[in-house]
């Protein structure tokens, strides 16, 4: 346990990063858009009404807090201290958990001792405890290390820049903090309390946010690094599970009665699986995509029941993702550059996004951007190599349990990375890893101060200088083993993440470029069906194919003569005979001439703004060629934008 003093410390981070959130907070007039703005919405319907509005779609955890503060008479200001208010407070397990992981001994001391040989970490130096790094938070070097984290998160500059654009994402990250603190603080004397603490704190943190039920399962993983036994580790992990669904149980019986329906989660994980994975978006909420699927479902996105519309919504996202694998990878690869951009844009919903700000405040943020992004983007590079740093040295010191958040983080951002990813998607991932970053941080400096103080040694016995004896045997000490191993690990780690960085947003842009494709809506015999547009014979060239819209376009670079698309129905199966094709086909570039389109093989004059023919159709799937050619004396580039496609069989009216 951390020692009774440093829960004063705990209490003076919480303190200050509360104090850091509600400034920024009061001083930066941020507008109310977007999420919280939804959020905000549903919770005055809630005030009001006394239940959820018909639209709602969500975890119900932070509308509840918002509804409880407009029953109080709170308005946008008193929403915004909630959020800082939460954020502020996560930096009490914060600390706790930091000091509960992280080894009190420094490299190159014995494992489980205080720099003194003293205090709580000393007395776990041996047992099976000690030879997997656990419950080493002494008043040595975890509690140092957990001072380090709390400041580090109290004074994170994108986290208080997000104070006052108040969301689910940190409230969720708190929630998980507290209770894997709780699992670490009373695993290893009362592991039945800890389940059932982690567990409740886990259902907590999925009222906020759906994405957290099932991390509740990775308790196992701590059972694990503790070597608690199969059986035992089951047993536990079982007991979280249960205890993170009664709590949730509630939530579910009203799910029921709302829509006929028993389930835990949300109702919007379909739709936001779609929108990730909209072609002609590249990943990003737009209006069109809502128009699309209101013409092929016959549905909006909020139309009751929620669960069935969901349900159509992950048919559809599964049907795009599966349609061309290259692709979706390349997405995966920008979802991940999302996740782990720099970090400037998470000043993008509370500074940076237009008309987010009064004009005075946007006129000086603009002003100092060069600084304020550049301050955010300095911290964020000290935490990349305080992670790198902290994941090198556990390994090196075989201490393991101070990996634990790590597969927390990782499963919480390759959630994202499948389905759907904005750059404030990654909160929760990033505030589980400050105690690891921490860990990295302190231990870099303690092998700085130890370098800087040989080289002062060896300077002052050249010059005959003399120094304090306590000085020269602490500074002057050489580096140890495990400290080698951690430095070298380190530039591993880093270097792999360098590479990996340089693989995603390359390897990931050229996936994308080379299997660009789109989705449209054509109707067939009146009825509206999906058309799925993708490049063929590209021969290593750019995807010709973009989405626009409501239609698609096909691009001609100067240097080629044609491009070739594949145009796949793959909910339509006709019987054979003759389909007839009528489409808009606008022209652009700086000449028309010379250049026609073949769709389904009926082709247009050059330069003429309609298709219309009739081709014979042998039955079953439908798979359109869409031909874009040019005269070879042509050396300009040729687009062409295709809509209001429409087939009709022999048979239709």
Not at 237 to 243: D, E, G, P, S, Y
Not at 266 to 284: C, F, K, Q, R, V
């Amino acid at each position: 346990m951390i020692h009774p003093g440093r829960w004063r410390i705990g209490l003076a981070l919480v303190l200050l990063a509360t104090a850091a959130r509600i400034v920024w907070a009061i001083a930066v007039p941020t507008i109310v858009v977007g999420d919280f703005a939804t959020y905000r919405e549903s919770a005055i319907y809630l005030a009001e009404f006394g239940h959820l509005d018909h639209g709602f779609v969500y975890m119900p955890g932070l509308v509840l807090l918002l509804a409880a503060i407009h029953n109080l008479g709170g308005g946008v200001l008193a929403a915004k201290l909630l959020g800082a208010a939460m954020g502020g407070l996560a930096a009490g397990p914060l600390y706790l958990l930091t000091a509960r992981l992280t080894p009190s001994a420094e490299p190159g001391q014995p494992a489980g001792r205080s720099r003194a040989g003293t205090g709580p970490g000393a007395a776990m130096g041996s047992g099976r405890g000690a030879a997997i790094g656990v419950d080493r938070g002494g008043a040595g070097g975890g509690a140092t290390v957990a001072l380090v984290a709390g400041l580090a998160y109290a004074l994170w500059p994108a986290g208080i820049s997000l104070a006052s654009v108040v969301g689910t994402d940190i409230p969720t990250a708190a929630m998980m903090l507290l209770a894997l603190a709780l699992l670490c603080a009373w695993g290893p004397t009362r592991p039945l309390l800890a389940s059932v603490a982690f567990g409740a704190a886990m259902g907590l943190a999925a009222y906020f946010r759906a994405v957290a039920l099932p991390l509740t399962a990775l308790a196992a993983v701590y059972w694990m690094m503790r070597r608690a036994g199969a059986r035992a580790t089951i047993t536990r992990t079982a007991l979280a599970i249960a205890v993170t669904i009664l709590l949730l149980l509630p939530w579910g019986l009203r799910n029921r009665r709302q829509s006929g329906e028993f389930y835990l989660t949300d109702s919007h994980g379909g739709i936001t699986a779609l929108m990730g994975n909209d072609p002609n978006t590249e990943g990003t909420y737009s209006r069109s995509l809502g128009i699309m699927f209101l013409d092929l479902t016959g549905r909006t996105f909020l139309t009751e029941p929620h669960r069935q519309t969901d349900r159509i919504a992950y048919g559809l996202a599964k049907q795009w993702i599966t349609f061309d694998a290259a692709w979706t990878v390349g997405m995966i690869a920008k979802r991940i550059e999302r996740l782990v951009a720099p970090e400037r844009g998470l000043l993008y919903w509370s500074v940076y996004r237009p008309g987010v700000l009064p004009p005075a405040a946007a006129g000086w943020f603009n002003q100092h951007r060069p600084a304020v992004t550049g301050l955010t983007d300095l911290f964020y590079l000290l935490f990349v190599v305080g992670l790198a740093a902290g994941l090198a040295f556990a390994v090196a010191e075989r201490h393991w349990l101070a990996l634990l958040p790590l597969p927390f983080a990782l499963v919480l951002a390759g959630t994202y990375a499948l389905f759907v990813a904005e750059p404030r998607y990654r909160l929760s991932s990033e505030v589980l890893l400050f105690p690891l970053a921490a860990l990295g941080a302190s231990r870099l400096g303690a092998c700085g101060r130890r370098a800087v103080g040989s080289l002062l040694v060896r300077a002052a016995r050249r010059v005959s200088a003399p120094l304090p004896a306590r000085f020269t045997d602490a500074a002057g000490a050489a580096m140890s083993v495990v400290e080698r191993r951690g430095l070298r690990g380190t530039v591993v780690v880093l270097s792999v993440v360098a590479l990996g960085a340089f693989i995603v947003v390359r390897g990931g842009s050229a996936l994308r470029e080379g299997h660009r494709w789109a989705a449209t809506v054509w109707r067939v015999d009146e009825r509206p069906q999906v058309a799925l547009w993708r490049a063929v014979d590209r021969n290593g060239d750019p995807s010709p194919v973009r989405g626009a819209p409501p239609g698609a376009t096909l691009t001609l670079p100067p240097a080629r003569d044609h491009a070739v698309a594949e145009v796949v129905l793959p909910d339509l199966v006709l019987p054979g005979g003759s389909v007839t094709v009528d489409a808009t086909v606008a022209w652009r570039g700086d000449t028309t001439s010379g250049a026609r389109l073949v769709l389904g093989g009926v082709s247009t004059g050059a330069g003429t703004a309609n298709v219309r023919g009739s081709f014979q159709h042998g039955g079953g799937p439908v798979r359109l060629s869409v031909r874009l050619e040019k005269a070879p004396e042509v050396r300009a580039s040729v687009s062409v934008l295709i809509t209001n496609v429409s087939l009709k069989t022999g048979g239709a009216p």
